[in-house]
Structure formats: structure tokens, C-alpha cells
């Protein structure tokens, strides 16, 4: 066996094992950690019942007073907050307002955060699901299983464009090429996409062409920062890929447990990865009217743009690299 065989196979290992380790440790013990919560209360008590809740051990949510019922659904629907407390000062029998489509596993876990505080008060409560998932959605997947489809299908292409004609393109004319291919193949990709869940299996139907231009974007992004790292590393780029978009970016994502649910580096993290910033930006624009997308479209169009300049300077410093070599060898002989 040679080194760099040898290298292949403890990389292909390494891999192996950075993806069981992410898995795990985003999944194995999901925990709630300072979920958004609204509480709309008489202006005596509020203040009582925010305290109360931020105060609880572990920090499991983030409470914030609302001025009103209204206020705090329009909260939820806009994605400040994943739930709402109304407290019933009248009775004994309070509401939680949910919005299941953001994130089934959030949605279920303030639901028994807020009946285990009021078993403990000694007071009853209603849940309330004022945003759930399609019927066609099952459990909320969909968003998450389209958006990894997408993102896969970028980088696997533009990785098998490589492999194609080498893995690192000889000349800045054949990395415009490559970058041209994408552009259309992006947008088949998207429209693909939004038929299959749309129109195919009504899923997430009525929102054709919003999901057709997230699917072009996602896939972009994907594709041309493989193709970057590609250029600029060859094969040690794909294995970069690989580790961001799936080890690091699809456990990460929010797609089977939100941020709230995550360890603190999957939390941190996921937003910032194609994987995460899609799945949010279909889910917001399908089930909350697009609220709470742009910091999803900056970090998509960051990726695009980002990956296709990387992939034309990369290509540069090899033509760079290449002249002075030739220079070199016509001087020694």
C-alpha cells in the first residue's frame, strides 16, 4: 500500500468517524435550551410569571412579556417566539399557543415544559396549534429531506464535473464553463424540487415559485463552493465538503430538532450552513409568510457567490502557479 493510498483510507476513516460523532452528539440527548416564549398576562403578575420561567433550572426557555393576545400570536407566526403562555387570571386554566410547522420537536417540548409547571401550580392548560404542518408534511420533514436533496445534489454534481476533466480545473476558461453548467442545472434543480413536493405529493403545496428560486439559491451555493474547494484543494476540497454539508450541516440544520434542542455548537453553527439556512427558508416561507428568511438569503447568496469566487481565484493562482513552474523547467534546461 502506498502513503497516499494509506492517507485515503484514515481520511475515508476520520470521516467515518466525525459523522457518527456529529450525529450522536447533536441527537443523542436532545435538551431545550432557552426557547423564545411570549407570556401575556395582567400587568401586576407578568413581570412575576417571566421571572418564574427564566428562572428555571437549566434555562430550558427564554421568556418575554407581551402586551397582548394578539401580540403574542403575532409572535409566533413571525418567528420572534416558538410558543405563547396566556395566563388566565380569572380562572385556573391557561393556554399555550404553538406553531408546530416551525419545528414539531420544539413545539412538543413547551408543551410539556408549560404541563409540568402547571401540575406543579396546580392549574390547567390548553394547547393551542395555530401553524401546523400540511397534511401532505407528515411530522414537518419535508422542508428538511428537500432541502438535503438539494444541497447533495449541488455538491455531487459539481464533484462529478471534476472528476469529469480533473479535479482541479487547468485554466480560468474551463472554471467558467463548469460555473456556466450550474447556473441552469441550479434551476432545474429548484423547480424539480417544488414540483415534487408540491404538485407530486402536495406537500408543501401553493408555493411553487417561491420554492423553485430556494431550490435554485440552495443548490448554487452548494455546488459552487464544492467546485471552490475543489479548485483550490482537489480531493482534500471534496472531503471539506463532505464535513461541512453533511457531518457538520445536516444534524446541525434544525430539521429533526430545532436550535432550542441542540447542544450549544450545533447551535451555534447550524444557521451558518447551507443545510440550515434552507431548511429555514423554506419552512418560513411555506408555513410564516417568508418572516424571519434574511439571514437565511444572505448566507445562501454568501455560499454562491462566495464559492464561485473562490473557484475563479483558486483557478488563477493555479495558472499562476503553473507559468512560474513551466518558467522554471525552461530555465533548468
Known amino acids: 500500500m502506498t502513503l497516499r493510498a494509506f492517507g485515503l483510507v484514515l481520511g475515508g476513516l476520520l470521516v467515518q468517524l466525525a459523522f457518527i460523532v456529529s450525529y450522536v452528539g447533536a441527537f443523542h440527548s436532545p435538551t431545550p435550551q432557552r426557547i423564545p416564549v411570549a407570556v401575556v398576562a395582567p400587568q401586576q403578575v407578568s413581570a412575576k410569571i417571566v421571572a418564574q420561567l427564566n428562572a428555571l433550572d437549566g434555562d430550558p426557555v427564554k421568556a418575554t412579556a407581551a402586551s ?76 428538511f429531506y428537500l432541502v438535503l436533496g438539494w444541497v447533495i445534489g449541488g455538491y455531487l454534481t459539481a464533484t462529478i464535473m471534476g472528476m469529469a476533466s480533473g479535479s482541479r480545473p487547468a485554466n480560468r476558461p474551463r472554471t467558467l464553463i463548469r460555473l456556466a453548467v450550474l447556473i441552469p442545472y441550479a434551476v432545474v434543480s429548484g423547480v424539480a424540487g417544488a414540483v415534487i413536493v408540491g404538485p407530486v405529493f402536495d406537500a408543501l403545496g401553493g408555493h411553487f415559485w417561491a420554492l423553485s428560486a430556494i431550490g435554485a ?26 464535513l461541512l454539508f453533511v457531518v457538520l450541516g445536516n444534524p446541525s440544520s434544525g430539521g429533526v ?6 447542544p450549544d455548537f450545533w447551535s451555534a453553527i447550524g444557521q451558518a450552513l447551507p443545510p440550515g439556512a434552507g431548511t429555514t427558508l423554506v419552512r418560513n416561507t411555506v408555513y410564516f409568510s417568508g418572516h424571519a428568511t434574511s439571514s437565511a438569503l444572505w448566507v445562501l447568496g454568501a455560499y454562491a457567490v462566495g464559492g464561485a469566487a473562490l473557484a475563479w481565484g483558486a483557478s488563477w493562482w493555479r495558472e499562476g502557479r503553473g507559468a512560474d513552474a513551466g518558467a522554471r523547467a525552461s530555465a533548468a534546461a
Open 217 to 242: 439559491l440552495t443548490v448554487m451555493a452548494s455546488a459552487a463552493t464544492a467546485l471552490g474547494l475543489q479548485t483550490l484543494l482537489g480531493l482534500l476540497g471534496t472531503g471539506l465538503v463532505v
Open 68 to 143: 397582548s393576545t394578539a401580540v403574542a400570536r403575532e409572535w409566533v407566526l413571525t418567528r420572534r417566539t416558538d410558543a405563547a403562555f396566556l395566563f388566565d387570571a380569572t380562572g385556573t386554566h391557561d393556554t399555550l399557543l404553538v406553531a408546530s410547522a416551525g419545528g414539531p420537536s420544539v413545539s412538543q417540548t413547551a408543551t410539556q415544559i408549560a404541563q409540568r409547571i402547571e401540575a406543579s401550580e396546580k392549574r390547567g392548560i390548553a394547547v393551542t396549534d395555530i401553524r401546523p404542518p400540511n397534511p401532505g408534511d407528515g411530522r414537518g420533514m419535508t422542508s
Open 257 to 262: 430538532y430545532p436550535a432550542p434542542l441542540l
